[in-house]
């Protein structure tokens, strides 16, 4: 299973981004999925987290009120919405997932990641 995520690039401080995360091939749906950043040197840290169903969504504290992960099932894409960037905002942000098997009615049980896409936050 290929996750691909886009969307990322340089903005301002104060402006707006939206990363996508979708998935290659046709017989899998994403399941439940994250979005996580990282700075080189430094931790990998959970962003937002969304259910299969759009249910269960949580964010870090650091990007509560400024970003919005959402789900478009019929799209089979996972975004994030990210409002009010911040330079401390620059990371590499990475989808994760977990992916539904339509052939077998059931998830696969594993975790994928995607390539990750460089958001850069200019002061």
């Known amino acids: 299973v290929q996750l691909q995520a886009s969307g990322g690039g340089l903005v301002q401080a104060g402006g707006s981004l939206r990363l996508s995360c979708t998935v290659a091939?046709?017989?899998?749906?994403?399941?439940?999925a994250d979005w996580f950043r990282q700075v080189p040197g430094k931790e990998r840290e959970r962003v937002a987290g969304i259910g299969p169903s759009g249910e269960r969504i949580t964010y870090a504290d650091s990007v509560k009120g400024r970003f919005t992960i959402s789900r478009d099932n019929a799209k089979n894409t996972v975004i994030l919405q990210m409002n009010s960037l911040k330079p401390e905002d620059t990371a590499i942000y990475y989808c994760s997932a977990g992916a539904w098997d339509r052939a077998l009615g059931r998830p696969t049980g594993y975790t994928y990641w995607g390539q990750g896409t460089l958001v850069t936050v200019s002061s």
């Open positions: 091939e046709r017989t899998f749906s994403i399941y439940d």
